[in-house]
């Protein structure tokens, strides 16, 4: 897609952010609307820090993943030096993509067209008929090329089309606490075989929001909550215990001292008789590791944080890595990885991928209904012109003395639509 010139003077306009009058609204075209979602791809997209994969997820020298990354094709693959590199997914030559499957495990890669062919190091290694280019064809000129960054924080590899963006860590800023945490439960983590995919007739935004929003979990998960109740002895309402942080950059998140068993490391009888002793030890493990304090943060609280723009982590009763990919105003696709400690004994994992399908996945008993939430506010929105604003002011009022927010307040959603302003502008 082609992106158009910015709406002049900017869509800052579209955010109304007024704390000393207890106002933060949204206005709805920012929502539907094709054109900013052109100005988005451009501002946003093309500028910010995007997740492309986690390192595990080639884990051996050659293994490689294709994903798709702000409309660019890209291939994350590990060379025979033992470096992750991730590549643009086009030939030199004229342009093919030279990837065509999702994964696998290759030393190089031939271009179907005419058969450039390219080492798991990025070198153009192969050309057909070759001295119909002349004595002076300098190969080393044509090997595969990388986004203009890519670096990598505690496994998860990320890369900017902008190159004068700023690093990652500076980036990534308060964010990498939350990143820590996930990234701390085990010494290593690795991401389980295999994905969901699925997509929504609804605005990107609406689900970035959704993923934030501790104020929904009573009302429209309840069939969830009912089931819990059915299952766990030691049911805990998981309204209480509770916070929201704008982590700066657009980034936030939302805890919660959740009420569920978690593989890492906090045992309830969800997790089996059977699991008891290795889950707790996982949990005496921690606390040598980091001490009681930190051992109880990673162990027991629940996260849910955003990357500004695209990445989201819930790490609540498994730990799901989702990006978040717009295609339209109006669609959406969400992809999902489950992260998970390395090693850990089978039925541990097993009860850990039933309970992250039960929650968070696509057919289980949560992600179905934030999917109807924000197709229902897509329909909605068709009033756009009619009935202009959104209202994100939970909580506002706490603003002036700097919270403290829980996660049913909106401090976490206007984070990210300060940044999404601040970009727009
Ligand atoms: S386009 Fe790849 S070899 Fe021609
Ligand atoms: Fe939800």
Not at 86 to 114: D, I, K
Not at 146 to 172: H, I, K, N, T, W
Not at 411 to 421: G, V
Request: charged share 25%; hydrophobic share 35%.
């Amino acid at each position: 897609m082609t992106a158009e010139p910015l709406t002049a003077p900017g869509l800052a306009h579209l955010v109304d952010d007024r704390p000393a009058d207890g106002v933060f609204r949204v206005d709805r075209s920012s929502l539907v609307s094709e054109s900013v979602f052109a100005d988005e791809r451009r501002r946003i997209f093309d500028r910010c820090w995007l997740y492309v994969g986690h390192t595990s997820e080639v884990a051996k020298q050659g293994d490689f993943r294709a994903r798709t990354v702000a409309g660019r094709p890209l291939v994350m693959w590990r060379g025979n030096d033992g470096q992750v590199r991730v590549f643009l997914n086009t030939c030199r030559h004229r342009g093919a993509q030279l990837c065509r499957v999702p994964e696998g495990n290759a030393r190089g890669m031939s271009c179907f067209y005419h058969a450039w062919t390219y080492s798991n190091e990025g070198a153009l290694t192969g050309l057909p008929d070759a001295g119909g280019y002349g004595e002076d064809f300098d190969r080393s000129r044509f090997g595969l090329q990388a986004p203009p960054q890519v670096a990598e924080y505690r496994g998860f590899v990320f890369c900017c089309f902008d190159p004068d963006a700023v690093s990652l860590p500076d980036y990534l800023g308060h964010a990498t606490e939350y990143l820590d945490l996930v990234a701390d439960q085990s010494p290593d983590m690795e991401v389980v075989d295999g994905v969901h995919e699925y997509s929504m007739d609804a605005n990107w935004k609406l689900f970035v929001e959704n993923s934030l929003d501790g104020y929904h979990l009573i009302p429209l998960h309840r069939t969830y909550f009912d089931y819990l109740k059915s299952t766990e002895d030691s049911y805990l309402d998981p309204r209480k215990a509770t916070q929201a942080q704008d982590l700066g950059n657009g980034h936030a998140v939302i805890t919660v001292e959740g009420p569920w068993a978690r593989p890492v490391a906090r045992w309830t009888p969800a997790l089996g008789e059977e699991n008891r002793d290795y889950v707790e030890g996982q949990r005496a493990q921690l606390e040598q590791r980091f001490g009681a304090e930190r051992a109880r943060r990673i162990a027991t609280t629940d996260r849910n944080l955003l990357i500004f723009p695209n990445l989201i982590i819930n790490d609540i009763m498994g730990v799901v890595v989702r990006t978040i990919t717009p295609t339209a105003a109006g669609r959406t696709v969400i992809a999902q990885w489950t992260l998970a400690t390395k090693g850990e004994p089978e039925s541990v994992r097993a009860k850990r991928l039933d309970s992250f399908v039960t929650f968070q996945g696509p057919g289980g008993l949560a992600t179905p209904d934030d999917m109807e939430a924000c197709e229902s506010c897509q329909l909605g929105l068709a009033t756009a012109a009619e009935s202009p604003w959104s209202d994100i002011s939970r909580g506002i009022h706490k603003e002036a003395d700097g919270g403290p927010f829980v996660a049913s307040d909106e401090i976490q959603q206007r984070a990210f639509w300060r940044q999404w302003r601040d970009l727009l502008r």
